[in-house]
Each structure stands twice: as structure tokens, then as C-alpha cells.
């Protein structure tokens, strides 16, 4: 065998080896991802229930809507870059939320009566807690957020996954939403960013105080 044919087999090999290395890389984000999908399932579940067990006493239902999704790859090279990470499969375990799941509901003190009862679950386990509500940010956003890990049982055994849980009302899903595609990190002027921020800040305490109307008269009628 010759230099050149032993290259050629070197390079045979090597490719072979990395097109192995690259599918057992893929089948492992595959599977990861599919867990993250499932720990999704387990807790917008759980929602559901409460959902429906809160209706028998109450006759109306906190939950207005669920929505769930799996963070796109993009997103998460964005992420995975910003906080200065390698882009490496082990790297995703440092991110809390490439599962989300929102729960809009239809008051605020819904919000923190969902967030106990999930809590209380003892297949959660808070991670962390961030009130926007209690503490608005800067530009008015609102929201409760929750990290919490819960276990999914697959075929080989449990593993436990992170769920990033956001809760908001009505009124602050139709701010978030709508802030979020003017300009929520959009690279604005300053000028721009200065008087839209002053602006959306105070429709978010405007949506804040219909939030405590809208609770009054619940209130009112209940207690007819
Ligand atoms: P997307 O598209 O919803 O997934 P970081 O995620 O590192 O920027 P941190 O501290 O990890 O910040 O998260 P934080 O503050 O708990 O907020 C995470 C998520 O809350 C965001 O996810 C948004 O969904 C939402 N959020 C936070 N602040 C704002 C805001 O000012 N406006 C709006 N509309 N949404 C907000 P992502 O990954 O940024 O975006």
C-alpha cells in the first residue's frame, strides 16, 4: 500500500467514524428533545386537571388557554451564545427553557392559586421563582415564571427534565404578545426605544388595572 492509498483509506475511515459519531450525536438530541416534549405532556396534564377539579366547585374554569412549545434550534444557538456557552449537547442542561409551557388565565389571583396547586404536586420541584408581577420589569411586562423539574418515565428508567412555566392574565398574554413583536429585542434608536418604552409601560399598567377591575366584579357576582 502506497502513501496515497493509505490516505485514501484514512479518509474512508475517518469519515466513517465521524458520520457514526454524528448519528449517535442526532439520536441522543432526538431523544432528548422527545423528553422535553414529554415532561410538556406531564404538566400541561397536570394543568388541565386542576383545570377541571376547580370548575366543580367554582363553576367557571381559571385556565383561559395553554400554550406549549419546544424552543427551535436557532433560538437556542442564540441563547447558548449569549450566555457564552459551547455549542455542545451538554450545554442544553444549563438552559431552563427550551421547554415552555403558558398558561393564560382568566384572573390574577388564578395565577397563584394554579402556581400552589401545581407546587404542591410532589412530582415538581421548583427551581426557581421569578414574581413580574409583584415586580413588574422595567418596560411593564408581567408574568409569573416558574422553572420546575419533574420526572419522565420512559423505557430505560426516569430522567428528570426542566419545564419553563409562565403565567399571566389575559390582559398581560395580549401585552406580552403584541410587545413582543414591536420590540422586545429589537435593536431600536434610542430615541425610538425611549418613547415606546415609557408608552408600552404604561398600556401594561393600564391592562394591570383592568386586571383589578375585571377581579372586582367577579367578586360582586360571586358573592350575589
Ligand atoms: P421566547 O421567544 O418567548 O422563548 P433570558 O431568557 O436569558 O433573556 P431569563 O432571565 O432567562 O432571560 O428569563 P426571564 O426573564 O425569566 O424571561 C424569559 C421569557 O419570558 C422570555 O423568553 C419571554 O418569553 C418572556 N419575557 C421576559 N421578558 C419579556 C418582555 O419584556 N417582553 C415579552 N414580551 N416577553 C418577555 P425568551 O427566550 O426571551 O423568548
Redesign the pocket.
Known sequence: MNDNQALQLLKLLTDEESKKKAKELLQSLRSTMSCYQCALMEVETKFKVLNERFSLDHERNPIDMIKTRI?CAE?IRE?LQRKGLPLIPSSLEKLD?IA?IRVICSFVDDIYMLSDCLLQQDDIFLINK?DYIKNP?E?G?RSL?LIVETPVFLESGKRMMRVEV?LRTIAMEFW?SL??RLR?KKNLSDEVNQLTLKELSECASDAAKLDVKMQKIRDLIESC
Do not use: I, L, R, V
Open positions: 424552543k433560538s441563547k427553557d415552555g421569578k420589569k418596560n411586562y415564571h409562565q406580552a410587545e413582543h422586545y
